[in-house]
């Protein structure tokens, strides 16, 4: 079993659908929970950074951390064509020296 | 803005040069960066972390003298790839976080798309 487990996809919506991203983990010591985005041929760009349980809202973006299910969300509202990218989930126990990553879900858009 | 700058974007080369990919933290001091490849539609992998006056902790199955990786500076960590070929072609991107063992998320690199002719 892979420490971070995340369905690669790939997933598409029309545009102005609520897209749910998830990520479950297996290790219990995890807890920084970060959400990236990938567009093509670029970095990862850090989306959302939450510590520990509970929701963290930015604009569109919301993130879920549920601990005691080892289960962590991310929630996209009014999703635009914008939003087509690669989003991967990763966590850490300690610090950054530690991080583990999800596979990433490829996500489309649809105007 | 970004705050981790890689260098260059995209390089071709003969088989058997050797490729220099450079790594810059802007905005902060990067005791350890962090070198990633990643093949197409999947996730990344890490190859090495890289610190600061130290040498490289490569993964297991990373040759360390194929991948060379030189983090001179608080801000530089370089990895090159001696005598290329073409199974070494793949995306190649860096990240770094601030502090040594710090709870900050990391950063990426925009990333190197290198092909081996």
């Known amino acids: 079993q892979k420490e971070v487990e995340q369905d690669p996809g790939p997933l598409s919506v029309p545009e102005g659908a609520i897209v749910s991203l998830n990520c479950t983990y297996s290790?219990?010591?995890?807890?920084?929970f970060m959400w990236y985005r990938q567009y093509s041929r670029k970095g990862p760009e850090l989306l959302m950074y939450t510590y520990s349980s509970g929701n963290k809202e930015d604009g569109r973006f919301t993130a879920q951390v549920d601990k005691s299910s080892k289960y962590i969300s991310l929630f996209i509202r009014d999703s635009q064509p914008s939003d087509s990218a690669t989003y991967l989930c990763?966590?850490?126990?300690?610090?950054?020296?530690?991080?583990?990553f999800g596979a990433g879900t490829r996500l489309t858009v649809k105007p | 803005g970004a705050v981790v700058s890689q260098h260059p974007s995209w390089v071709i080369c003969k088989s058997g040069t050797s490729v220099k990919i450079e790594c810059r933290s802007l905005d902060f001091q990067a005791t350890t960066m962090f070198w990633y490849r990643q093949f197409p539609k999947q996730s990344l992998m890490l190859m090495a972390t890289s610190n600061e006056g130290s040498k490289a902790t490569y993964e297991q199955g990373v040759e360390k003298d194929k991948f060379l990786i030189n983090h001179a500076s608080l801000t530089l960590s370089t990895l090159t790839v001696t005598s290329a070929h073409p199974e070494d072609s793949s995306f190649y991107i860096c990240?770094?976080?601030?502090?040594?063992?710090?709870?900050?998320?990391?950063?990426f690199g925009d990333g190197t798309r290198l092909s081996i002719l």
């Open positions: 290790n219990s010591a995890f807890q920084y």
């Open positions: 990240s770094a976080g601030p502090g040594q063992g710090s709870n900050q998320p990391q950063h």
């Open positions: 990763a966590m850490s126990a300690w610090n950054n020296n530690d991080m583990r």
